[in-house]
């Protein structure tokens, strides 16, 4: 692999901290997906971040915090239900959409009013976050418009040379991106599901937590995004035999691809690698993590190809 890749080790993980430090960029493991990070309180560090991604500059960055505590150096106005949340699934793929302090930079919020804040449970993650003493602004460590990166393989794919360090942790345990959760407003609503369950905020919230589309510029919110280039389909499992014997007697190379969210975007990004026309995948139920597959898998269906 690239020069630039460490098995993510004390030693690696000291020399990343200063890679972030200095306003490079690193990108990290986290439990959802691989972040591409940066010293959020460092303007300079996070115009790098975008100009790496190819990323408008209004879209917003989560912001990646070390522990709970941390909320009221980024957040004012803070509801009830956020400690609720944060007590209840922090470390975890849940990200909190707050109303900003004062000082966040707009190169953060998109100059929005709100910042997203969530503690990863990676430990490598929180190790970095620990070791450089800042919080990270990170998005996906993918180009814009791709899916997601699950291992530190697919960074160096799709980012290669405009990362400083990438600390490889292994395989992404869930697999898809965190659920982010709006509570700047009167009701709380799912802006984007992902690693943790609707069902499980509902009932800590003790009412609905419903899916809102979103009017604010939220990148994984556009229609087209997490695209692989292959044009995909989702069937009804019934119809999932018929639908492969079809395109094999066009001679279309097809491939399966399992609606699991942990290996969803690895499967993707190799049906691509290996050429495929197209990707047929079976309609999940959106109960649990089939609620993020169910969404992800639309938005690639509409894509139908590299949307950036
Ligand atoms: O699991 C994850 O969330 C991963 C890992 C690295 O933490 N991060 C991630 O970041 O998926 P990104 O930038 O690819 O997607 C974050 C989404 C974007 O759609 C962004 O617009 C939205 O979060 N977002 C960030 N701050 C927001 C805010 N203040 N209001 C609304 N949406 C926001
Ligand atoms: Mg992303």
Not at 97 to 126: C, E, F, I, K, N
Not at 257 to 269: G, M, S
Not at 285 to 304: H, N
């Amino acid at each position: 692999m690239d020069e630039r890749v460490f098995a993510a080790s004390p030693d690696a993980i000291a020399r990343a901290a200063a890679v972030v430090r200095s306003g490079g960029l690193v990108a990290f493991p986290t439990e959802t997906v691989y972040g591409l990070g940066a010293d959020a309180g460092d303007a300079a560090a996070v115009g790098r971040i975008f100009a790496a991604k190819g990323r408008p500059a209004d879209h917003p960055l989560i912001v990646h915090l070390g522990s709970a505590l941390a909320i009221d150096a980024w957040a004012v106005d803070v509801p009830r239900l956020a400690r609720v949340f944060a007590e209840r699934f922090w470390p975890g793929p849940l990200t909190l959409v707050l109303r900003r302090a004062a000082g966040v930079l707009d190169a953060v919020t998109g100059g929005q009013g709100t910042v997203g804040l969530r503690v990863p449970s990676h430990p490598v993650a929180l190790a970095l976050i620990a070791a450089s003493g800042r919080a990270l602004a990170a998005p996906s460590a993918n180009r814009f418009g791709r899916v997601s990166p699950t291992t530190a393989q697919h960074v160096v794919d799709d980012l290669g040379a405009d990362v400083d360090l990438v600390l490889d942790g292994g395989a992404c345990a869930v697999g898809v991106e965190s659920t982010i959760v709006d509570l700047s407003g009167d009701a709380p609503a799912i802006l984007r599901p992902g690693g943790l369950a609707r069902e499980a905020l509902e009932a800590v919230a003790g009412c609905a937590v419903p899916v809102r589309a979103t009017g604010v510029r939220a990148s994984g919110t556009l229609d087209s995004h997490y695209a692989p280039r292959a044009a995909l389909r989702v069937v009804e499992p019934a119809a999932l035999a018929s639908a492969l014997a079809a395109a094999r007697a066009l001679g279309t190379h097809v491939e399966v691809v399992a609606p699991e969210a942990a290996t969803l975007y690895a499967a993707l990004r190799d049906a691509d690698r290996r050429g495929a026309e197209l990707i047929l995948v079976a309609r999940p139920d959106e109960t649990g993590m089939g609620l993020a597959v169910a969404d992800r898998l639309r938005r690639a269906s509409r894509g139908g190809g590299e949307t950036a």
